[in-house]
């Protein structure tokens, strides 16, 4: 894992845009914007968060999961602009 994420790290580094356009797409990328990835991919190694976010799968702050539930979908634009 550490050989892989260096390798993102680097690539992010040279041309973020084309990094991002070679990781798995999930749906909701058009809604978002990452703005630092190499930060969640450094995260990956914290059990903890690794833990919530195979259970949730989404990487996000705990205060928008209440926005989530609020508004009962991912895309809701309170959700949105909350994120990014």
Known sequence: MERQ????????KHNPKKA???TIKLGYE????ID????YVRQLQNPRKRLLWE???LHLP???FALIKTAGH???PSVVRNRI
């Open 5 to 12: 994420k260096a390798g993102f790290e680097a690539r992010y």
């Open 20 to 22: 991002l356009n070679k």
């Open 30 to 33: 058009e809604h978002v914007e």
């Open 36 to 39: 630092d990835a190499p930060n």
């Open 55 to 57: 259970i949730f799968w």
């Open 62 to 64: 705990e205060n928008t």
């Open 74 to 76: 991912l895309t809701a």
